[in-house]
């Protein structure tokens, strides 16, 4: 809950957020994550913990956790699929994802089920990029 005070130190104004802080935790070590571990997972992604799936070649997101009703959000979760913030930042700039960089990343999620990391198909590649192997989905 966040309660807004005048000058008098009066308060004046109440509402409930999740403010998501910036940190560098400095945790240097030589392997770096994998692409799975950025390309598969909602939670590193910003939508919280939760399974993508793939319906009439679309993707869609569903959450595991129950929002919280006075702000509409999980404690993992700092958007929407479609790009919405669902918190605030502390730093001027920060935002989730929207819709298109989350269709642009998880689509490479989909491919590093069969293609291996050092596959040529992510050195070449291209927005319409497309899978003989995998019909409708583009
Ligand atoms: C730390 C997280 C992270 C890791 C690890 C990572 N990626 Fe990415 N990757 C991203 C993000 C975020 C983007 C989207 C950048 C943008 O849209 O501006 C991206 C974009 C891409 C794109 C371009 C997609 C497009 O349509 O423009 C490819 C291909 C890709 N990554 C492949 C890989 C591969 C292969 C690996 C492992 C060798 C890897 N990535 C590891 C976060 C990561
Ligand atoms: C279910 C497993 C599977 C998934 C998921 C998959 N692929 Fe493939 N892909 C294959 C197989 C197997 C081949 C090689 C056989 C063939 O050419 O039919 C292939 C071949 C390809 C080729 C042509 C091979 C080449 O070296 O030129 C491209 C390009 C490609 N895939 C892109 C993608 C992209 C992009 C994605 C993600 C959107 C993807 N694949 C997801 C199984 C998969």
Redesign the pocket.
Known sequence: MITLLDRRGRAFRQFHSFTWAHIEPHSTQRE????K???QDPKVLGLGFGHITIKNSTLHFEPVEKPFAQVNATLSQVGTFEGKALVKFNREGMRPFTQE?LE??L??GLCLNCHP?KDKI?RT?R?NIKCPRLGSFK
């Open positions: 770096s994550r994998s692409c571990d950025c390309h960089e642009r990343i689509k490479v990391e992510f590649w927005k």
